[in-house]
């Protein structure tokens, strides 16, 4: 069972989304970009404005279920300050810990220095080996201190 049942969890979703086609299967809490197809398309690097991929509950879908192909895909804008479920990959989070884009729109923990931070963790957990959860991150792009 997931930590979160929603991604939007700072509650501020009026005019704080964005609705497209999503152009490949999406999961929820993961990274997206519009392509220029003004779809969703995963996001593989935090460059432009991005988005982060809310569950389709519009479909009956669950915070596990992936958005399928063509059909209609929520994002919530990543603005300084926003609180938000993201999509991790295992490894064990602290309160404050820094948070980047890893693979295939997921999130893991920045390391160095010149890692470029999505946000910060508002969560202690631990993810084990080879599984994914949703941590709590307050959204800041720069760089990690």
Not at 13 to 35: C, W
Not at 63 to 79: F, K, Q
């Amino acid at each position: 069972m997931s930590r979160y049942r929603r991604v939007n969890i700072d509650g501020k979703s009026l005019y704080k989304t964005e609705t497209r086609t999503a152009a490949t299967e999406l999961l929820p809490g993961t990274a997206a970009v519009i392509n220029a197809d003004d779809q969703f398309a995963q996001a593989t690097a935090l460059t432009g404005r991005l988005y982060i991929i809310d569950s389709a509950y519009h479909q009956g879908l669950g915070i596990r279920d992936a958005v399928p192909a063509g059909d209609s895909a929520e994002g919530n804008y990543v603005e300084e300050g926003r609180e938000l479920a993201l999509l991790c990959v295992a490894g064990d989070y602290k309160k404050d810990d820094p948070v980047k884009l890893g693979a295939n729109g997921q999130f893991t923990k920045a390391t160095a220095d010149t890692d470029s931070v999505i946000g910060y963790s508002q969560d202690d957990a631990t993810i084990a080996a080879n599984t994914t959860d949703f941590i709590r991150v307050r959204m800041r792009v720069g760089t990690a201190a």
